[in-house]
């Protein structure tokens, strides 16, 4: 494997990169084909779901790598925490060249669950085509991810003289819980000079972006108890609260009167060059019209520099299945989102102790974390980033966006710390109309195909210039 050095030089021709475009053009609609079969793989990993599923998604995965001219293609598994074993990756190489670099690409297989399916115009996994839209679970997270890397090898055949490693995993969406486990068990097979994580999403059809900072994460459970079990509420209400009333005055303090978040020791960071309109805004989040934004500053700066803290669900006894008693206990999942800067462990610790600061009437508190992911800050002008920016201008015509992103991809933070020599690059498949996680998931069509494009350059720029 080669090292990175400065700078790149990116050599792509002009008739280079008019031929590619075209040889894009000739083969996106058998991707696409292909695109639309893996959506209908239903490949949730969530326990719950059949996990038959996964397994034939990572088959078919491999199938399509193995089509691509990838001589070296493997199924693996990793342990979880809990020793259980993590679910289906896949592992797809064509060796370097003695001297060369090696670039490691990126996607998940695994997706979200589909949710009520009568939110959805039209089947979760049956693909869809509207217009330039390509609906279903998994069109764009992260299945267009894949896409984009098959795409790119399959345009540029043995073109590019550098090892390239796709690496796709089953279980992000999950949290990737065997994640770091299979870094560190495969590293051999992972390792790379440059590493392109297609999860993340460009910043409007027709504008291309790279993501140059994530937020981390913390998030866990807050429970409130009152009483040991419950109680009549005529016979006892008034001196005591329930436990729903108490756990809401919990959680209303951990914003301040303008919604910034209240928590003390959280981190912010400098507001970013580019903003977000706040038309754009609430079109893409579907805000209720004469709902106000919280915060302050920028909008970009609120989604990708400060804090933000969600409560994701509680749990407590159903409304129409209420008698009338005082409810002895009630919980709530919170998502804390970090900004780049932010240590998660002493985030942590700070929501925990604001939690027991702000305990009402003397109730008992407690806090149980789940799950903590680093912030992610890029280097801007690295020489990789430099080769990304020549072959995103190049696809879309124009330059693309320093991006961040509100949301986290906490396995970053573990491929810095095993592959600490590599360069990361965050791109992605989706826009602002993709609703990943949502009902109606949808990639635009076009956008994948330059996707695609950017990516056949990127790796001609990375084989050409290190």
Known sequence: MGRVTEPITPSTAPADATA??????????????????????????????????????ADAVATL?????????????????????????????????????????????????????A????????????????????????????????GALRTLGEEPACGVTVFVEGEEEDGSPSFRAFLEQYRDLLAADVIVVADSMNWK?????????????????????????????????????????????????????AGNVAVEGLVSAPEPAVDYTEEDFRADSSLLPGAELAGTGSIAGRLWCKPALAVLGIDATPADKASNTITPSARAKLSLRLAPGQDPDAAAKALEEHLRAHA????????????????????????????????????????????????????????????????????????????????NESVHLGELEKVVLAEALLLSNVARGL
């Open 205 to 257: 059809v027709g504008v291309p972006a790279l993501t140059t900072s994530l937020r981390g994460l913390v998030d866990g459970y807050v429970e409130v108890e009152v009483l040991e079990h419950a109680v009549h509420s005529g016979m006892f209400g008034g001196p005591v609260l329930d436990a729903l009333t108490l756990l809401s005055r919990v959680i209303a303090t951990l914003h301040d009167d």
């Open 20 to 57: 590619l475009r075209g040889r894009v053009a000739e083969l996106f609609p058998a991707l696409r084909a292909d695109l639309e079969s893996l959506v209908r793989i239903p490949s949730v990993a969530f326990s719950g779901f059949d996990q038959a599923h996964v397994a034939a998604s």
């Open 360 to 439: 009402p009437f003397g109730a008992k508190v407690t806090w149980t974390l789940k799950e903590t992911g680093k912030p992610f800050l890029a280097p801007g002008d690295s020489a990789a980033m430099r080769a990304a920016r020549d072959a995103f201008a190049t696809a879309w015509g124009t330059d693309p966006v320093d991006i961040g992103v509100g949301g986290s991809i906490p396995f970053i933070a573990d491929l810095l710390e095993v592959f600490p020599q590599a360069a990361i690059l965050v791109t992605g498949v989706e826009d602002p109309d993709s609703r990943a996680h949502g009902a």
């Open 119 to 150: 939110t959805w115009d039209t089947e979760p996994f049956e693909p869809t085509r509207v217009g330039e839209r390509l609906y279903g679970r998994g069109a764009a997270d992260d299945k267009a991810g894949l896409a984009a890397h098959l």
């Open 65 to 117: 790598l193995r089509d691509a001219g990838l001589p070296d293609v493997r199924i693996l598994r990793a342990p979880k925490p809990d020793g259980s074993d993590g679910a289906p990756a896949v592992v797809a190489r064509r060796p370097a060249p003695e001297g060369a670099p090696t670039v490691l690409l990126y996607a998940h297989h695994d997706v979200q669950p589909p949710g009520d399916a």
